[in-house]
């Protein structure tokens, strides 16, 4: 009798369907086909052990396992559950009436229990694309898709769970799991955590914050430079609360590579607050980008994305490691190309980088710098001009006075600065959605995006010109500043971009290596 179970595999945050085929006819053993890994050529053995502890015979014929399209490499050990099910099935020891109208995944313990699994977002998403009744997932991974509608998502712990559903003898309202927050195009509610500092706590640097409300605003991404102990790392984590909220499918998009990192909500519900990744300086190229042979993981940059990548001591990085940031910095993806494989992750994320100026950190701090024109030189030579080309905001943190320490007047606090981000945002939200374009923020447009959404006075032109005649500017920079000029402008509620706006944009970039040496 031969049985189909419907199951999937993720490539990248997508899934694909995956047909578990079992036949059992007259012969002997247990064959698994289909170009299963190791981890599933292992289900055989704690699949056979968990059916005999719950009651279940194994038949003394052939077992034919087939995973369907053959061509294609399983991997993992979410293919265990509708193993055990197509035997129950294909030897009648069990009726299961709906066992094809349901998408299931899931591990399979020794006794029974089911353990979950990577990917349950892109697996439902796909299910609902195949029109079918509903999704059977662990329990943990069931609560990711707490939000999705138009299919029922059952959250199970056990194989007697799972029967009890596919007989169809009962509703088993119990394991349904519950859509509490409707999924909306609204705006998702802002991450606010009390573990995020506030601005008003970090003192001065008044010059410094504001480049880091135009960088969220616009998503910019930033360099700070500046000697040990002026703020760069406080500013940096401040940034985390002023950040807009995650638009409906921002957050759908961030959710779905958590969820096949293995990294996703179990608390229920898609992600909410914009993610704050900051590896350490001496991460590895394959930790930043994402890799693996066979099961290919996404990166620190890939979980990141619609968020902030924090590089703190960015010039202590190997320069390799820095120079790999270039092409998800420009593309906002990242492909790992493997001899089987090849996986595309997106990756559009701020990059906000601090550095000290020198290998003793204090060059421009007084004369407290013991390093020589030479030290200088070869340690910021890792911020490259491609690199550099590519942040928009080139920030000097200077060490701040003794007075506004001693005083300790709070400034504005991450609440109000917050407010002016949103409106912001929104502005460019409603320019774009008018234009049909699927962007979200003025840092991701293109060449043809920024001519249209950008356009500049025969007064702003005559700056330009005069502009990247003095700085030496590359037309990639040339481009970026002007998408900044048009942040400037939406922060200040204005509808064209000034001579003012492009001005401050230019100032923005001013510090580049040549004027640290």
Known sequence: MLINIHSAKCIGIEAVAVTVEIDIAPGLGIHLVGLADAAVKESLLRTITAL?????????????????????????SGYDVPI??????ASGQRELSLLEKFMIMGELGLDGSIREVPGSLPIVELARKLELKGCILPQESALEAIEYEGIDVY????????LRILCGEEICEDLLVRNITPLSADHLPCNASPEVMDFSEIMGQDAAKRGLEIAAAGGHNVIMIGPPGSGKSSLAKAMAGILPPMSLEESVQTSKIYSVAGKGGRSGGLMRARPFRAP???????????GGSDNIMPGEISLAHN????IDEFCEAPKKVLEVLRGPMEDRKVTISRLKSKVEYPADFMLVAATNPCPCGYYGDGDRCTCTPGQRLSYLSKLSGPIMDRIDIQLMVSRVDARLLVNRKPGQSSAEIAKRVVRARQVQRDRFAASGEEIFCNAAMNNRQTE???PLSPACKALLERLIERMGLSARACSRMIRLARTIADLAGVPDILPEHLSEAAAYRFLDRQNLL
């Open 155 to 162: 959250g199970v712990r056990t194989l007697d769970d799972v």
């Open 280 to 290: 350490h300086y001496s991460a590895s190229v394959a930790a930043l980008l994402g």
């Open 452 to 454: 249209l959404f950008c």
């Open 84 to 89: 055990a099910l197509g035997i129950i099935a």
């Open 307 to 310: 968020g902030v990548l924090f």
């Open 52 to 76: 005999q502890s719950m009651g279940f015979r194994i038949p003394g014929k052939k077992i034919v396992i087939n995973l369907a399209p053959a061509d294609m490499h399983k991997k993992g």
